[in-house]
């Protein structure tokens, strides 16, 4: 999904997260020469950041993996065989993503790989795969190059330019807005490349960037980009940062008297937005790969399952993760053998995959054709608004409210409302 640092917790946070009912799992590196899986297995490799300060991204995907594969064994397994997830913590560190796609591969006997969340640390694991010819998917890892680095690499979730288009339509189209003030992390390629794919979408559909103001990530302070933004009174405020600086900079508007709505990516998806930021969420609007209300069956048996298995709902994060490997899954029943090259094969011939993130195709540029969903915060938690397709792709239904007219390419919804689910 994004490029992002990460502290250490608690070692006692880390055993907790190693455990697994459907797979052993192991966040230490193995002892030199570990013997391969047994012949009635098949082991794959994740690769994720399990501890630091926005650990929650990697914990949710993992919980979607166990769930998926738990689900996947019980209805038989692969070829016949069981599936076995080896698990690495990297820590969000490149260099340990890479060690840890390594040890996957050349000691633990990974056919396939997945993971990661950060596009750089999935740049960085995804060397290591395309170099060993080893398929990787990618959860959520939304930077455009994370696939271009060769003919092994796929990722199930939509790509940063088409994230910002979503949000840009919505804004356009839906919230009405002609003028929006920008608010991004400087040092993140994540939020620069939404930054100005928002604007060229934004200005190519009539509207204008009123300001566009920076930060760091970490920063404390965000007084005088947020008094400059207030300045030019803007109709809404765009922030493609991530939920730990988005919280502090949403605390901080409403303080400074900003009532312009917030808008956002899928970096805000965490279930700590709500708590550090509280009241000063609510309304504001953010894309998302899917939403817990969606009426469609894939995501309602997803949720009762997810939440049965860890007592609370599943994130965004953890639904791609969930999607990840039933593709997986999916792609290595129809492929002749597990060879890199006939693996890779079957993956980029997924086509109208019925994941819980929407129909999933595999492009030939590897990547996902789907939808994306626009969530509103309301009370404390995100709530379906609607779907925003590509350009030029008819939403196979449409729900009808009293709502204004929708976004163009976007399912009509109302933008405060969310539509009665459909029968």
């Not at 804004?171 to 040092?187: I, N, P, R």
């Not at 009539?206 to 920076?214: I, N, R």
């Not at 730990?244 to 998806?269: C, E, Y």
Request: aromatic residues 8%; negative net charge; proline residues 6%.
């Amino acid at each position: 999904m994004r490029t992002r640092w990460f502290s250490a917790l608690a070692a006692l946070s880390l055993a907790a997260l190693a455990a697994c009912d459907s797979a052993p799992r192991d966040a230490a590196a193995p002892a030199p020469g570990t013997p391969a899986p047994p012949s009635d297995t098949i082991l794959i490799g994740e690769y994720g950041s399990l501890t630091g300060s926005e650990a929650t991204f990697g914990q949710s995907t993992d919980n979607g993996i166990q769930l998926a594969v738990e689900e996947i064994n019980k209805a038989g397994g692969v070829k016949d065989k069981k599936l076995v997830v080896k698990v690495y913590d990297d820590q969000g560190k490149t260099q340990e993503a890479g060690n840890a796609v390594m040890r996957l591969i050349t000691q633990d006997k990974a056919v396939a790989i997945l993971g990661e969340v950060a596009s750089s640390l999935s740049l960085a694991g995804g060397r290591v795969a395309q170099q060993n010819n080893v398929p990787m998917i990618s959860p959520s890892s939304t930077n455009v190059t994370v696939t271009e680095i060769g003919d092994m690499i796929f990722r199930v979730c939509f790509t940063d330019d088409f994230q910002a288009y979503a949000v840009a339509t919505f804004a356009s189209e839906t919230l009405k807005a002609k003028k929006v003030a920008v608010l991004y992390d400087q040092g993140s390629a994540y939020s620069k490349g939404l930054k100005d794919e928002f604007g060229k979408t934004f200005s190519g559909s009539g509207g204008s960037v009123a300001t566009e103001q920076a930060y760091k990530a970490g920063d404390a302070d965000f007084s005088a980009q947020l008094t400059a933004i207030r300045d030019t009174k803007p109709d809404a405020i765009f922030i493609p940062g991530y939920y730990t600086d988005v919280a502090n900079i949403a605390v901080q508007a409403k303080k400074l008297g900003i009532s312009a709505p917030l808008l956002g990516g899928d970096g805000w998806d965490s279930a700590e937005l709500p708590k550090i930021a509280g009241a000063a969420v609510e309304g504001a609007y953010y894309s998302n790969h899917y939403a817990v209300e969606e009426p469609r069956a894939e995501v309602q048996a997803f949720v009762a399952a997810y939440s049965a298995k860890f007592g609370t709902a599943p994130d965004g994060l953890a639904a791609m993760g969930y999607d990840a490997a039933k593709i997986l899954a999916d792609a290595m029943k129809r492929a002749p053998d597990l060879s890199g090259g006939a693996l890779a094969k079957a993956i980029g011939e997924t086509k109208d995959y019925a994941g819980v993130t929407g129909r999933i195709s595999i492009d030939g540029k590897r990547n996902a054709s789907k939808p994306a969903v626009i969530v509103q915060m309301k009370g404390g938690k995100p709530t379906f608004v609607t779907q925003v397709y590509p350009a030029g792709v008819t939403p196979p239904t449409a729900v009808t409210t009293d709502a204004a007219a929708p976004a163009a390419g976007a399912a009509p919804a109302d933008a405060a409302t969310p539509p009665a689910p459909a029968k």
